[in-house]
């Protein structure tokens, strides 16, 4: 058993939880000109491209036709039909985000379009955890907790805690 064991990994930069969060990641990834997704952060999954240079949780860049939307964490919320309409950009929390800017953009060109929209996650506040409420979509950056230092991910609040002490 003297025989050194063969590792071709062993001359790489290997580490086995990054190398999974990079196929996970991916896995998500934009599937071409049949993703019908669209980002929590108001366009479509396949404006998101995998950031391979930096090294956090949050890997993603947004890409606009008019410039860079801050969102960094792809989190796929509605399915729709036609994505094209889900280019504006985020000018505030609630409706003047993009998400809604967006579906309302829809409402106002077809009401059919308008009527097939799917959501792929259920109506939860993301910082207190009540179930089945109205929630509105608002930016954030994320760190192990939502802060409102920064705009890098779009969180799902409900009134209670986008408007504490109200
Ligand atoms: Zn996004
Ligand atoms: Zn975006
Ligand atoms: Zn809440």
């Known amino acids: 058993m003297s025989e050194k064991e063969n590792d ?4 790489l930069n290997f580490d086995e939880s990054e190398f999974q969060r990079s196929e996970t990641l991916h896995a998500d990834a934009p599937r071409g000109p049949s993703e019908k997704r669209i980002c929590a952060c108001g366009h ?6 995998v950031n391979q240079f930096i090294k956090e949780r949050t890997a993603y860049i947004c890409n606009l036709p008019n ?7 792809l989190r796929p919320t509605i399915k729709v039909r036609d994505t094209r309409l889900f280019v ?6 609630g409706v003047a985000h993009a998400l809604i800017r967006g579906i ?3 409402k106002e060109k077809s009401d059919e379009d308008y ?3 799917e959501w792929l ?3 939860t506040c993301e910082k207190c ?3 089945e409420i109205k929630v509105s979509p608002v930016n954030m950056s994320f760190q192990g907790t939502f802060t409102e230092a920064g705009n890098d991910v779009t969180v799902f609040l409900c009134d209670d805690c986008r408007y504490p002490g109200t």
Not at 44 to 49: D, P
Not at 67 to 73: A, I, L, N, V
Not at 88 to 93: A, V
Request: aromatic residues 0%; contains cysteine; positive net charge.
């Open 8 to 11: 071709p990994m062993a001359m």
């Open 44 to 49: 479509s999954v396949g404006r998101h491209k």
């Open 67 to 73: 410039g860079t939307c801050p969102c960094k964490e």
């Open 88 to 93: 504006r950009k985020t000018l505030g929390p």
């Open 104 to 106: 309302q953009a829809v």
């Open 115 to 117: 009527k097939a929209i």
């Open 121 to 123: 996650m259920s109506p």
């Open 129 to 131: 955890g009540r179930e």
